[in-house]
């Protein structure tokens, strides 16, 4: 257990390895949604809309949980448990165009991923999830 990503498990959350990122709803039930994420050098990034369910439950309870497995080998895994502690707009959307690159090899979110016609109509959100918790496995230095 470690408070840092280890250096063994950065690239599952460095772009490429499809997410599991859990919020907690205003019931109190965890809610999972498979993501797209980053890794800044101290915060895990995941870019979503305004209005999605995600943003609204952290806007409730910013505790969350992202799971990044890895697909070659699904016993290398992350766990990161943490706080979203800062939501920036991603304005320019350097950020959801990034993540899509990481992803999918193109350039721009909107025109690849979402119809062309859809950019500029929504409020598209950077979430900087603090690690408080990070599980990995194995751990560095086993075997």
């Not at 992803?103 to 690849?112: D, P, R, S, V």
Request: aromatic share 8%; proline share 6%; charged share 25%.
């Amino acid at each position: 257990m470690s408070t840092l990503i280890p250096e063994s498990h950065k690239d599952l959350v460095s772009g490429g390895v499809y997410t599991v990122f859990t919020t907690v709803s205003p019931s109190g039930q965890p809610e999972n949604t498979v993501v797209w994420c980053s890794w800044d050098g101290e915060n895990v990034l995941i870019n979503t809309t305004d209005g999605r369910r995600k943003a609204e439950n952290i806007k409730k309870n910013p505790k969350v949980a992202v799971l990044a497995i890895d697909a070659k080998n699904p016993y290398r895994w992350i766990d990161v448990r943490g706080t979203v502690d800062k939501i920036t707009e991603d304005a320019d959307l350097s950020n959801i165009n990034r993540h899509c690159f990481l992803y999918t090899g193109q350039e721009e979110y909107y025109g690849a991923v979402m119809p062309a016609e859809a950019k500029g109509t929504e409020k598209r959100l950077i979430l900087h999830i603090k690690p408080e918790r990070v599980v990995a496995f194995p751990p560095e230095g086993w075997g």
